[in-house]
T-cell receptor, first 113, second 114 residues
Framework: AQSVTQLDSHVSVSEGTPVLLRCNYS??????LFWYVQHPNKGLQLLLK??????LVKGINGFEAEFKKSETSFHLTKPSAHMSDAAEYFC???????????FGSGTQLTVLP | NAGVTQTPKFQVLKTGQSMTLQCAQD?????MYWYRQDPGMGLRLIYY???????DKGEVPNGYNVSRLNKREFSLRLESAAPSQTSVYFC?????????????FGPGTRLTVL
C-alpha cells in the first residue's frame, strides 16, 4: 500500500525567506504525486502535480517541487514566502483503479512579518 | 462552472439523528469521492464512486452509506450519528481521461454531533 509522510507538522518562516515543506512517499512504482493547499475554513486547492513528465514541477503562486526517486521525496519549495502563503499544505499520492488519494498528515505553514 | 458544491455548509446533530450530505459537480467527471478531515490526520476516504452506478468503501466507511444518484450527484448518509462523526466532510470529483488527473474538492461541510 502507498503511504505519504510529511516530516514537519508545523513550519514557521519569516516573510521574504525561503519555504521548504518536506514529503516522503513509499510506493512500489513511480506514483502520481500532488501538493494541495488549504486556507483556513476553505476547501483544498491544487498547487502542483508530478506526472513523470519532468522531475521539477512548477505550480501556482511561485511554488515548485522536485521528484527524487532515489530519495523517495517530493519536497515543496518557494524562494520567498508571502503572508498569503500561511495555510496547511498536504502532500498526496494516488493509487488504485479509481485513483483514490492517500494524504499526508499535513504541514501548517506560518509566515511571520 | 460552479465546480463541486456541497450542502449544507454547517450542521449540528444530536446523537442518533440521521442526515444526508449532498454533493454535486458540473464538470462531467466520472469519479466522485467523500472524505472526512480530522485534526492531524489529513483527509481519509470514506466512500468513492469510480463511475455512475458503482460505489466502493474507502478507509473509514463504518457508520456511513452513499448513493450515486446520477453522474452529477453523490450523497453521503449518516443513519445514526455519533460524536465520533464530528468532522469536516469534503466531496471531490475527478475526470478519467488521464491517469494523472487531480481531484477537485468542494468547500466542505462542518458537522458537529452532540
Amino acid at each position: 500500500a502507498q503511504s505519504v509522510t510529511q516530516l514537519d507538522s508545523h513550519v514557521s518562516v519569516s516573510e521574504g525567506t525561503p519555504v521548504l515543506l518536506r514529503c516522503n512517499y513509499s510506493s512500489s512504482y513511480s506514483p502520481s504525486l500532488f501538493w494541495y493547499v488549504q486556507h483556513p475554513n476553505k476547501g483544498l486547492q491544487l498547487l502542483l502535480k508530478y506526472t513523470s513528465a519532468a522531475t521539477l514541477v512548477k505550480g501556482i503562486n511561485g511554488f515548485e517541487a522536485e521528484f527524487k526517486k532515489s530519495e523517495t521525496s517530493f519536497h515543496l519549495t518557494k524562494p520567498s514566502a508571502h503572508m498569503s502563503d500561511a495555510a496547511e499544505y498536504f502532500c498526496v499520492s494516488h493509487s488504485g483503479s479509481a485513483r483514490q488519494l492517500t494524504f499526508g498528515s499535513g504541514t501548517q505553514l506560518t509566515v511571520l512579518p | 462552472n460552479a465546480g463541486v458544491t456541497q450542502t449544507p455548509k454547517f450542521q449540528v446533530l444530536k446523537t442518533g439523528q440521521s442526515m444526508t450530505l449532498q454533493c454535486a459537480q458540473d464538470m462531467n467527471h466520472n469519479s466522485m469521492y467523500w472524505y472526512r478531515q480530522d485534526p492531524g490526520m489529513g483527509l481519509r476516504l470514506i466512500y468513492y464512486s469510480a463511475s455512475e452506478g458503482t460505489t466502493d468503501k474507502g478507509e473509514v466507511p463504518n457508520g456511513y452509506n452513499v448513493s450515486r444518484l446520477n453522474k452529477r450527484e453523490f450523497s453521503l448518509r449518516l443513519e445514526s450519528a455519533a460524536p465520533s462523526q464530528t468532522s469536516v466532510y469534503f466531496c471531490a470529483s475527478r475526470a478519467w481521461d488521464t491517469d494523472h488527473n487531480e481531484q477537485f474538492f468542494g468547500p466542505g461541510t462542518r458537522l458537529t454531533v452532540l
